[in-house]
């Protein structure tokens, strides 16, 4: 099993500098049709995670950017994104201060002939350390008849506070718009 995940995790690394910068902002049918089965994404983000949780409470994380994905056939696809962990206000997390950063990650989608599917609710295991200046990292799995979609992310913090644990993360489309994430006051 290990050495499946690190296969992965090689051939993910190296197909994520192949989803070019292409843009199909305009799903059809004949794209869905064209894509095949298997679409490999890159995606950059930036964001703030914030709150007080230890188990209960609320630590929120809130990210904006874009995926752009590439199918075997080299058919390409590109959304602005929104991304979101920390929903539920009980759950197996620790988190504490406030972080500010800025990511890159990969994701493998499979059996999957509309990559639109590639949006959606992930279960994620994550963790992000930082006093002034740290790193963090999410994986994510997302498990739907047929598809299997897996995203692995690596980020640069910037603030104080330390998070780690397993929750909800969401990929939503974020409706063309270039929002910055939220300042804190």
């Known amino acids: 099993m290990k050495k499946l995940l690190v296969v992965l995790a090689v051939g993910l690394a190296g197909m994520v500098a192949k989803a070019e910068t ?11 049709m064209q894509g095949g089965r298997t679409w490999v ?3 950059h983000f930036k964001g703030t995670s914030k709150g007080f949780k230890i188990i209960a409470g609320k630590f929120k994380t809130t990210a ?24 539920h206000c009980i759950g197996p997390q620790v988190g504490l201060g406030w972080l500010k950063f800025h ?27 930082a006093v002034i200046i740290g790193a963090g990292s999410f994986r994510a799995v997302k498990v739907g008849w047929p598809q299997l979609a897996m995203n ?34």
């Open 22 to 32: 292409a843009d199909m902002s305009m799903m059809t049918d004949d794209v869905s």
């Open 41 to 43: 994404c890159g995606m």
């Open 64 to 87: 904006y950017g874009t995926l752009k994905c590439t199918s075997f056939n080299g058919t390409k696809w590109s959304r602005p994104v929104k991304i979101t962990m920390g929903a």
């Open 103 to 129: 990511g890159i990650g990969g994701e493998l989608s499979l059996f999957n002939a509309d990559p639109d599917v590639i949006l959606g609710k992930y279960l994620a295991v994550n963790g992000d350390a």
């Open 152 to 185: 692995m992310s690596i980020k640069l913090d910037a603030g104080l506070g330390v998070t780690v644990g397993l929750d909800h993360l969401y990929i939503s489309e974020n409706g063309g718009e270039v929002i910055e994430p939220p300042t804190p006051h």
